[in-house]
């Protein structure tokens, strides 16, 4: 019997949608409610694997790892960013995703950050449990522009949620077309004018070796000093030091991050002590629905793959190497 390994459900959230039982006639499954500390835990944890699940990029699987793991066939994964795909696919082990089991979930986390910025809620919620009572005005959502920077999946779900605040959407992505913008309710505008005229922008930018760095100091710059900032993209898209510095400048009026970064946070982060934000621990994902749609997904993953028809496969190349030309055990 193959041996199938949970590397990390923290939240328990994969064991309580009973999923992973569909499972257990044809495997012997192991679940871990906690990440490896380091890389001899985990290389212990998945020794002799025929399959690993990583649940949206907790546990890292780097070359190293990989390369140590000989009976290691398929990763199961919700996200794969912290799998090193180019090692998996030489390696001959197959990578599948879970594409849109949380668009939804992040989509109105977007709109959880955008009132809670427009409205100051976080801040007239601290002062009233601190027995102050502190009103200030915020702005509403109606007649205002909001920019999204990256119309992929998520971006589009954004898109068609915000008619409904009345808000008015321009777009800009770098394979972005008017057609495309048109079919999620945008208008497509250059890169320099939806930072110009954004009221709100909001970073959907897929992470690569273009978008690493792209919001930038200069790029803030062109933004309006009334505007707000919603990141809920990768780590490493949106200069942390440059937000911090344009909210304590003044030339920006709020910004609210999903931190998508290291698990704990890095306590150094400049954002953490930028004022007028919003911060959330990389959550936006984080929904009961979203957790049943990716243990369903991730089970008829794996189940496809031990069938012999592998599905949402990310590195296909794999599936031509030797370690997958022998039969499964």
């Not at 569909?22 to 290389?43: F, G, M, P």
């Not at 321009?170 to 890169?191: D, K």
């Amino acid at each position: 019997m193959i041996k199938i390994i949970v590397c990390d459900d923290v939240d328990g959230a994969f064991q309580k949608s009973g999923e992973l039982s569909r499972l257990e006639t044809s495997a012997q499954v192991a679940i871990h409610s906690q990440v490896a500390s380091n890389h001899d835990e985990l290389l212990e944890r998945l020794k002799g694997a025929t399959v690993a699940v990583a649940i949206r990029d907790r546990t890292v699987l780097d070359r190293q790892i990989l390369a140590s793991l000989p009976q290691l066939r398929l990763i199961a994964s919700t996200g794969p960013h912290r799998i090193d795909i180019r090692a998996a696919t030489e390696l001959g082990i197959v990578v599948a995703g879970a594409p849109g089991t949380s668009t939804a979930s992040v989509a109105e986390h977007v709109f959880g950050m955008i009132l809670a910025l427009a409205r100051r809620i976080p801040r007239s919620d601290h002062a009233l449990r601190e027995r102050r009572w502190e009103t200030s005005a915020g702005i509403e959502l109606e007649g205002k522009t909001l920019g999204i920077l990256g119309l992929g999946r998520t971006g589009s779900a954004v898109a068609r949620r915000a008619p409904a605040f009345g808000l008015r959407v321009i777009a800009w992505g770098p394979t972005l077309s008017p057609e495309r913008a048109a079919a999620s309710g945008a208008r497509m505008v250059s890169e320099e004018e939806l930072f110009h005229a954004s009221d709100i922008l909001s970073i959907h930018l897929r992470r690569s070796d273009l978008s690493k760095g792209f919001v930038n100091a200069e790029r803030l710059a062109w933004m309006k000093p009334t505007a707000f900032l919603i990141d809920i993209s990768w780590e490493g898209i949106v200069d942390h030091h440059a937000v911090a510095a344009a909210l304590r400048d003044g030339k920006l009026a709020g910004a609210a991050l999903d931190l998508c970064g290291t698990d704990p946070v890095e306590m150094n982060d400049p954002i953490l002590d930028a004022p007028n934000t919003v911060l959330t621990p990389h959550v936006a994902w984080q929904t009961v629905e979203s957790y049943k749609r990716s243990a369903r997904l991730v089970t008829d993953n794996i189940l496809a793959y031990l069938n012999g028809s592998p599905t949402n496969v990310v590195n296909s190349d794999a599936l031509k190497t030797p370690r997958q030309s022998s039969r499964v055990p």
